[in-house]
């Protein structure tokens, strides 16, 4: 696709590169490529137990719209569940945050991303599935754990222990 602010993005039902990411598929309806770097969009389809653990990102705002199911946000200020219809922004500055789907249902979630690159970091460290083909996340050894954190900076991203918003 042409990079011109005057070309219309328009992405079907099965379009998209679908990943596995965290356990989850994430697919990427609108990437930086296709927006001069403005904006992403990716939709997140979160099985039970899903969810990334705490991290920051100083350079960007993400917000979140659920589309269906709920997931529990944590900051190290509050603690919210965000349910079907419910929308949350998180501001650019760094602030630490996370999300985990503690029901019994899939959840899904409409991020966008402002600027783009969130999705430069999925396609990286993602595995392409076809839609709907959830993967248990892998357990971590060592050196997978350092180059996840190193991708993870590459990005922008901070990540922080797994207890560190409680």
Same mark, same amino acid.
């Given at each position: 696709?042409?990079?011109?602010?005057?070309?219309?993005?328009?992405?079907?039902?099965?379009?998209?590169?679908?990943?596995?990411?965290?356990?989850?598929?994430?697919?990427?309806?609108?990437?930086?490529?296709?927006?001069?770097?403005?904006?992403?969009?990716?939709?997140?389809?979160?099985?039970?137990?899903?969810?990334?653990?705490?991290?920051?990102?100083?350079?960007?705002?993400?917000?979140?719209?659920?589309?269906?199911?709920?997931?529990?946000?944590?900051?190290?200020?509050?603690?919210?569940?965000?349910?079907? *219809?419910?929308?949350?922004?998180?501001?650019?500055?760094?602030?630490?945050?996370?999300?985990?789907?503690?029901?019994?249902?899939?959840?899904?979630?409409?991020?966008?991303?402002?600027?783009?690159?969130?999705?430069?970091?999925?396609?990286?460290?993602?595995?392409?599935?076809?839609?709907?083909?959830?993967?248990?996340?892998?357990?971590?050894?060592?050196?997978?754990?350092?180059?996840?954190?190193?991708?993870?900076?590459?990005?922008?991203?901070?990540?922080?222990?797994?207890?560190?918003? *409680?």
């Amino acid at each position: 696709m042409e990079n011109s602010k005057n070309v219309l993005v328009a992405t079907g039902p099965q379009d998209g590169d679908n990943l596995s990411v965290a356990g989850g598929i994430y697919r990427i309806l609108v990437s930086g490529k296709q927006t001069n770097g403005a904006f992403a969009v990716i939709e997140m389809s979160v099985p039970a137990g899903g969810g990334p653990g705490p991290h920051a990102h100083a350079g960007f705002q993400e917000s979140f719209y659920v589309i269906e199911g709920e997931v529990e946000v944590k900051t190290e200020e509050t603690t919210f569940t965000a349910t079907k *219809g419910a929308f949350v922004n998180i501001p650019l500055g760094g602030m630490v945050h996370c999300f985990k789907n503690k029901s019994a249902n899939l959840a899904k979630l409409l991020c966008t991303v402002v600027p783009a690159g969130l999705e430069e970091m999925f396609m990286e460290i993602g595995k392409p599935v076809k839609a709907g083909e959830f993967i248990a996340p892998q357990p971590m050894d060592e050196e997978t754990l350092k180059k996840f954190i190193a991708i993870a900076e590459k990005h922008g991203q901070k990540l922080f222990p797994p207890d560190y918003l *409680g």
